[in-house]
């Protein structure tokens, strides 16, 4: 490709990077600063485009993953560091740290054709979780929608398009990252989990983030948020704040808007905004 072909790519990939900016709600892409412009003048010159526009760059952890064991391992956890709520499934002392051997696989077989809830009765696919297992940045939702049923992949509604745009507003890819839900099957007509339903497939995720270990979590919502920090804090209270995460010391826990609701909500998408910023510079090591 020469220069030319190159930097039309790129002030299209620009464009539509920025056209990404605009469906998340952010007011300042106005008619008088057209995406080609602002992708112009942030590029600055040929020579600076790629670098401007250049992917975040993967880093793998090759750190052998440490943590207590993964359905008990709230006795890593430092009890101040966390709301006094999450206190009371804490461990006064840390113990030693075990070497986690199990896989995504692993943890998907012991899945199985869950029927430990009575949601295997209405569910038509398992949707386990996507992405990739040496992801840095998690999210965490709440359960499938009829979408993430049919297809047994998580985030794939409406509600998941808009969580893809957000993951591409902070230059990362969908593939980047690791996608899951506190709930595996879908409860009939999207209503809420139930606390049996949550107690019974929580572990799972909790397994998956020790697996994965992640540097931060993205819960979307009051039912991800609440269950993983294990807490009673509503999200309006405790978004766009860094905590930590109960179960492994060292995993940050960000929560956010669940993107169903900011599309019901369109006025919310700025803080949302702002919570993805935060988690960006949080990974880029800025803050
Ligand atoms: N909402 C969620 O919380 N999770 C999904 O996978 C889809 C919609």
Request: net charge negative.
């Amino acid at each position: 490709m020469d220069a030319r072909a190159e930097l039309q790519e790129l002030i299209q990939q620009a464009r539509e990077h920025l056209l990404y900016f605009r469906d998340l709600g952010l007011t300042n892409i106005g008619e008088e600063t057209t995406p080609e412009r602002m992708a112009l003048s942030a590029i600055g010159s040929e020579e600076q485009a790629p670098a401007v526009l250049a992917p975040m760059v993967e880093q793998n952890n090759p750190e052998p993953k440490i943590l207590t064991p993964p359905i008990q391992p709230e006795i890593i956890m430092k009890k101040e560091s966390v709301p006094a709520a999450t206190s009371l499934f804490l461990a006064d002392d840390a113990v030693e740290p075990l070497i986690v051997t199990e896989t995504l696989e692993d943890i998907r077989r012991d899945l199985g054709d869950c029927k430990r809830c009575k949601l295997w009765s209405t569910r038509t696919n398992i949707v386990f979780g996507e992405g990739n297992p040496n992801a840095e940045l998690m999210f965490v939702g709440e359960a499938p929608g009829a979408d993430e049923d049919a297809s047994g992949r998580p985030f794939v509604g409406r509600a998941g398009q808009l969580l893809t745009k957000m993951i591409e507003a902070i230059e990362m890819k969908r593939e980047d990252v690791y996608i899951a839900n506190t709930l595996k099957s879908r409860p009939p007509g999207n209503r809420n989990p139930e606390p049996d339903e949550t107690s019974a497939c929580i572990p799972f995720v909790y397994r998956q983030i020790a697996t994965i270990r992640p540097k931060l979590i993205v819960t979307l919502g009051n039912p991800a948020t609440q269950g993983l920090l294990e807490t009673k804090v509503g999200i309006t209270r405790i978004r766009g704040t860094f905590q930590e995460y109960p179960r492994i010391a060292g995993i940050k826990v960000l929560p956010t808007y669940h993107p169903a609701y900011l599309l019901r909500s369109p006025d919310k998408k700025r803080e949302a905004w702002e919570d993805l910023k935060k988690a960006r510079a949080f990974l880029r090591g800025e803050i």
